[in-house]
C-alpha cells in the first residue's frame, strides 16, 4: 500500500522517519515512499487510491481540498480524487508564509507560559527558559523536555527513549499517590494498560500550570497548559494517569 507524503529521495532524513515511518504507523502495513515526482506520475486513479489510503489508515498530510482550496487554488483538486490533496515540499514552499502559522495553530493549544507568575526554579531550573520555545525539528519529545525542565542538561535536545525516562524517573523521583496539582515537581506519566509502557510526560510547575511537550513532531512546542486541559488533551482510551514527585538533591 502506497502512503503518500511529502518525502524526498532521502528516506532516512529525521524528519521524514519521524513522521512517516515511526508516528503511529500500523505495524501491518509496509510503508512505500513516493517522492513529488513519481506520485504525479501515477494514473490519477491510482493517485486517488493512495490518498484514500492514507485517510483509511488514519494518516496524516492529506487534508480537503474544500479546507485549502479557497488559499491554494484549483490545483489541488487536481492532484488526486478532487477531495483530498498531499502537503508536497513545493506547495508548502509556496504558501508557506500563510500555510505555516495556519497548520500549527489549528489543533494546538496555546501556550499559556506569560501566565506564570511563580516559576520553581530550584525544582525545575531549565523550565521557564523551555516554556514557549520550539524544538529545530522532529524527535525531541515530552520525555526529553521534562528531564531538562527539571536540570538534564541537553535532554531536550534528544529523541529521548522509554528507558533512559524510566532510569532517570527511578532515580529523581518517588511516586505518590496524591493529587496535589497545585504542587510544583510533580511528573505526570500516561502508561498503556496492556504492556505498563509510558506513553507520555509532563510535568507540574505549581498553581495549577503544567510544562509538555505534546510530541515529538516538529510542530508541537513546548507549552504551559492548565493541569484541567493537560489531562483534557491527553484522554487517550488504554491509557492510566500515575504522578511522581521528583525529589530535592
Given at each position: 500500500?502506497?502512503?503518500?507524503?511529502?518525502?524526498?529521495?532521502?528516506?532516512?532524513?529525521?524528519?521524514?522517519?519521524?513522521?512517516?515511518?515511526?508516528?503511529?504507523?500500523?505495524?501491518?502495513?509496509?510503508?512505500?515512499?513516493?517522492?513529488?515526482?513519481?506520485?504525479?506520475?501515477?494514473?490519477?486513479?491510482?493517485?486517488a487510491a493512495v490518498v484514500r489510503a492514507q485517510v483509511r489508515h488514519e494518516r496524516d498530510a492529506?487534508?480537503?481540498?474544500?479546507?485549502?482550496?479557497?488559499?491554494l487554488g484549483a490545483a489541488v483538486r487536481e492532484q488526486a480524487d478532487g477531495h483530498r490533496f498531499v502537503w508536497w515540499p513545493s506547495?508548502?514552499?509556496?504558501?508557506?508564509?500563510t500555510i505555516l502559522p495556519a497548520i500549527v495553530a489549528e489543533d494546538a493549544e496555546p501556550s499559556r507560559h506569560r501566565e506564570v507568575v511563580h516559576w520553581p526554579a530550584r525544582l525545575l531550573p531549565k523550565a521557564k527558559e523551555l516554556a514557549g520555545t520550539w524544538a529545530d525539528g522532529s524527535g525531541p519529545n515530552c520525555f526529553g523536555t521534562v528531564m531538562a525542565a527539571a536540570g538534564v542538561a541537553g535532554a531536550e535536545l534528544e529523541w529521548m527513549?522509554?528507558?533512559?525516562?524510566?532510569?532517570?524517573?527511578?532515580s529523581a523521583t518517588v511516586r505518590t499517590s496524591r493529587r496535589q496539582d497545585d504542587v510544583p515537581g510533580v511528573?505526570?506519566?500516561?502508561?498503556?494498560?496492556?504492556?505498563?509502557?509510558?506513553?507520555?510526560?509532563?510535568?507540574?510547575?505549581?498553581?495549577?500550570?503544567?510544562?509538555?511537550?505534546?510530541?515529538?513532531?516538529?510542530?508541537?512546542?513546548?507549552?504551559?497548559?492548565?493541569?484541567?486541559?493537560?489531562?483534557?488533551?491527553?484522554?487517550?482510551?488504554g491509557?492510566?494517569?500515575?504522578?511522581?514527585?521528583?525529589?530535592?538533591?
Open positions: 500500500m502506497g502512503l503518500a507524503g511529502a518525502a524526498s529521495d532521502d528516506v532516512t532524513d529525521r524528519q521524514l522517519r519521524d513522521t512517516y515511518r515511526v508516528y503511529d504507523v500500523d505495524k501491518a502495513l509496509r510503508p512505500v515512499w513516493l517522492s513529488e515526482g513519481s506520485f504525479h506520475a501515477l494514473p490519477r486513479k491510482i493517485r492529506v487534508p480537503t481540498s474544500a479546507r485549502w482550496g479557497g488559499l506547495l508548502l514552499e509556496k504558501h508557506l508564509a527513549q522509554r528507558a533512559p525516562f524510566e532510569d532517570w524517573l527511578a511528573v505526570y506519566v500516561w502508561r498503556s494498560t496492556g504492556d505498563n509502557a509510558v506513553q507520555h510526560a509532563a510535568v507540574s510547575l505549581g498553581e495549577g500550570w503544567v510544562l509538555q511537550k505534546q510530541s515529538q513532531t516538529w510542530m508541537a512546542p513546548r507549552q504551559v497548559l492548565t493541569t484541567v486541559a493537560l489531562k483534557r488533551v491527553n484522554r487517550v482510551p491509557w492510566r494517569l500515575s504522578r511522581y514527585q521528583l525529589t530535592e538533591g
